[in-house]
């Protein structure tokens, strides 16, 4: 059984940067692609980045070139490094590891962007 435990999230204002942190239970996490998630109010959950096995990188293009994702494998954690925020980036973060054709969810970290 996977588990992922966000943190990191808070209270920003526009223009600022925070650091998500991901950290999973999990053995061979280096063989998982990991994804962060958003969900605003009202809104559908949307894919924020992913970082694939290998490294590869994707975003949505609403966050290209202010947000940036991260690994660490030997500590078991993946990071999203977020600049520039807007007050849309305002949402619950969530981390999510996939394997094949499962999937697993962490229980989310609260972002809001506001002066």
């Known amino acids: 059984q996977v588990q992922l435990v966000e943190s990191g999230g808070g209270l920003v204002q526009p223009g600022g940067s925070l650091r998500l942190s991901c950290a999973a239970s999990?053995?061979?996490?280096?063989?998982?692609?990991m994804g962060w998630y958003r969900q605003a109010p009202g809104k559908q959950r949307e894919l924020v980045a992913r970082?694939?096995?290998?490294?590869?990188?994707n975003y949505a293009d609403s966050v290209t070139g202010r947000f940036t994702i991260s690994r660490d494998n030997a500590k078991k954690t993946v990071y999203l490094q977020m600049n520039s925020l807007k007050s849309e980036d305002t949402a619950v973060y969530y981390c999510?590891?996939?394997?094949?054709?499962?999937?697993?969810w962490g229980q989310g970290t609260q972002v809001t962007v506001s002066s």
């Open positions: 999990v053995s061979a996490f280096s063989i998982y692609t």
């Open positions: 999510k590891a996939d394997l094949a054709f499962r999937g697993y």
């Open positions: 970082i694939t096995s290998g490294g590869s990188t």
